[in-house]
């Protein structure tokens, strides 16, 4: 099976028993796996007011867009990717490390982005911004707060809890 990327995506972060985390500004990644070539991460993502990430299909065709603009590497059109996925949350370090890109590296708006950012300096605020801080993120991916999910409907409307523990 191929990737179909859903119509919409909500994100729901709450404690670890469940209840909602009413928290703005967390940052979230989607993690596709490519089938040929390399795996495209789109980024980012961010939670509202109510602790939830609304994500529309342009928003995240834009971010493939983006990644394709970068010429990091060499990628496949993400419809080619495997239809399993992963929803991060996004470390601090990370954020660190985007910061640091967009500031030195891209220090542009790339194609796509400007479909869901008016400027670089507003995208990087964003990341500079961002409360994923009072969340306890590790480094380490394999252990990071998670969702998998495989997108294999055309148009789908997917909704997700993405359970994560607070800063003590």
Same mark, same amino acid.
């Given at each position: 099976?191929?990737?179909?990327? /859903?119509?919409?995506?909500?994100?729901?972060?709450?404690?670890?028993?469940?209840?909602?985390? *009413?928290? #703005?500004?967390?940052?979230?990644?989607?993690? +596709?796996?490519?089938?040929?070539?390399?795996?495209?991460?789109?980024? /980012?993502?961010?939670?509202?007011?109510?602790?939830?990430?609304?994500?529309?299909? #342009?928003?995240?065709?834009?971010?493939?867009?983006?990644?394709?603009?970068?010429?990091?590497?060499?990628?496949?059109?993400?419809? +080619?990717?495997?239809?399993?996925?992963?929803?991060?949350?996004?470390?601090?370090?990370?954020?660190?490390?985007?910061?640091?890109? *967009? +500031?030195?590296?891209? !220090?542009?708006?790339?194609?796509?982005?400007?479909?869901?950012? *008016?400027?670089?300096? =507003?995208?990087?605020? !964003?990341?500079? !911004?961002?409360?994923?801080?009072?969340?306890?993120? /590790?480094?380490?991916?394999?252990?990071? /707060?998670?969702?998998?999910?495989?997108?294999?409907?055309?148009?789908?409307?997917?909704?997700?809890?993405? *359970?994560?523990? !607070? =800063?003590?």
């Amino acid at each position: 099976m191929t990737l179909h990327l /859903p119509k919409s995506v909500s994100v729901q972060i709450a404690h670890l028993d469940g209840r909602p985390l *009413r928290q #703005a500004g967390v940052v979230l990644s989607i993690q +596709t796996f490519a089938t040929h070539k390399n795996d495209i991460r789109l980024f /980012p993502f961010l939670t509202d007011e109510d602790g939830i990430a609304r994500i529309t299909q #342009a928003d995240m065709r834009a971010e493939a867009v983006a990644t394709y603009d970068s010429g990091l590497m060499d990628y496949s059109a993400i419809e +080619t990717a495997h239809e399993m996925i992963e929803i991060h949350l996004v470390s601090c370090s990370e954020l660190a490390l985007a910061i640091d890109a *967009r +500031t030195r590296s891209w !220090t542009s708006l790339l194609k796509g982005e400007n479909t869901r950012w *008016r400027s670089i300096e =507003q995208l990087v605020e !964003t990341l500079r !911004t961002a409360t994923n801080h009072k969340l306890v993120i /590790p480094d380490a991916l394999s252990i990071r /707060p998670k969702v998998r999910a495989r997108w294999n409907q055309p148009d789908a409307t997917c909704e997700y809890l993405l *359970r994560v523990r !607070t =800063q003590p």
